[in-house]
């Protein structure tokens, strides 16, 4: 592969159980996958940053990267039992290169002049005293990729979404921890950028005995409204528990008529939201 002007690089080491003792001597390797979205889609074994560390800490300099890891033109359709999972869109590189070309692109990549992303692009970056300064889009929140139709890791979301409206699954609440505060969201497909789901609802809690943090603008594509959030948003980060912005939240079926109520609660167990949910009835 040398040779002819090829990049050795290894796929998906996570999945695939390739370890960076096995990776360490290999002639002329020059990266690996450290985000690979079809086998982090489908069994959540995509990241290999724990590898790439490995090598680079017992010297071997080897780039990582971010693949799609592409192998249809279409939308699979999953097999009985399994999630929708897109195979593009996910990860991709962007490369600093003179031209179109090939080589230029190859030589890019040999050389480490470019970058992987799930979606944000970089506008610019540069070396400044001792401060790296990095200007790019909107940078995703977990797996949230701003405003708009769904991106990179986002297609994770749709499929799942997808797949609880296509086998309708009822009867579901979302519930989020370490976030540092808690709150209530709604979802809605009739507010949404991506529609092809039911409306949910999402509790935000814990942890408890920890610092508190604001909460961040939450972005379109699923339709959030904001119900309760028991900060605001200019809260100063990383209060301390001492100041008693302490929260939790409890979940209760009545055994007699089935209907889940959520309440959102302070340090001193006092009530700040409540909101019951009556079961979806299959007849």
């Known amino acids: 592969m040398l040779e002819q002007g090829g990049i050795p690089f290894i796929s998906h080491p996570h999945i695939s159980g390739v370890h960076s003792a096995l990776m360490?001597?290999?002639?002329?390797?020059?990266?690996?996958?450290?985000?690979?979205?079809m086998c982090q889609g489908s069994g959540r074994r995509g990241v290999a940053t724990r590898q790439w560390d490995e090598l680079l800490t017992n010297g071997r300099r080897v780039w990582g990267?971010?693949?799609?890891?592409?192998?249809?033109?279409?939308?699979?359709?999953?097999?009985?039992?399994?999630?929708?999972?897109?195979?593009h869109g996910k990860a991709w590189i962007m490369v600093r290169a003179d031209e179109r070309s090939q080589k230029a692109i190859l030589d890019a990549i040999r050389h480490g002049l470019f970058f992987s992303t799930t979606g944000p692009l970089i506008?610019?970056?540069?070396?400044e005293s001792d401060a790296i300064l990095v200007q790019c889009t909107h940078a995703m929140e977990n797996i949230a990729n701003?405003?708009?139709?769904?991106?990179?890791?986002?297609?994770?979301?749709?499929?799942?979404?997808?797949?609880?409206?296509?086998?309708?699954i009822r009867n579901l609440a979302w519930v989020t921890g370490d976030?540092?505060?808690?709150?209530?969201?709604?979802?809605?497909?009739?507010?949404?950028?991506?529609?092809?789901?039911?409306?949910?609802?999402?509790?935000?809690?814990?942890?408890?005995?920890?610092?508190?943090?604001?909460?961040?603008?939450?972005?379109?594509?699923?339709?959030?409204?904001?119900?309760?959030?028991?900060?605001?948003?200019?809260?100063?980060?990383?209060r301390p528990p001492s100041e008693g912005k302490q929260f939790f939240g409890l979940a209760r079926i009545d055994p007699n008529t089935r209907v889940l109520t959520v309440t959102l609660r302070d340090l001193k167990n006092r009530e700040l939201y409540r909101v019951p949910l009556s079961p979806h009835v299959q007849i």
């Open 24 to 37: 360490a001597p290999l002639k002329g390797l020059v990266g690996l996958d450290i985000y690979n979205a």
């Open 65 to 87: 990267w971010a693949a799609d890891d592409r192998h249809s033109d279409d939308e699979p359709t999953p097999p009985p039992g399994c999630l929708p999972n897109r195979d």
């Open 123 to 127: 506008k610019d970056l540069r070396v």
């Open 146 to 168: 701003g405003d708009g139709p769904p991106r990179g890791r986002e297609f994770e979301m749709t499929g799942l979404l997808r797949f609880i409206k296509q086998k309708q």
């Open 179 to 238: 976030v540092h505060y808690v709150a209530a969201h709604h979802y809605d497909p009739a507010r949404a950028a991506f529609s092809d789901f039911d409306p949910f609802w999402e509790f935000v809690a814990g942890p408890i005995h920890a610092g508190t943090y604001p909460p961040q603008r939450l972005d379109s594509t699923f339709g959030p409204q904001v119900k309760f959030q028991s900060v605001p948003v200019d809260l100063k980060p990383k």
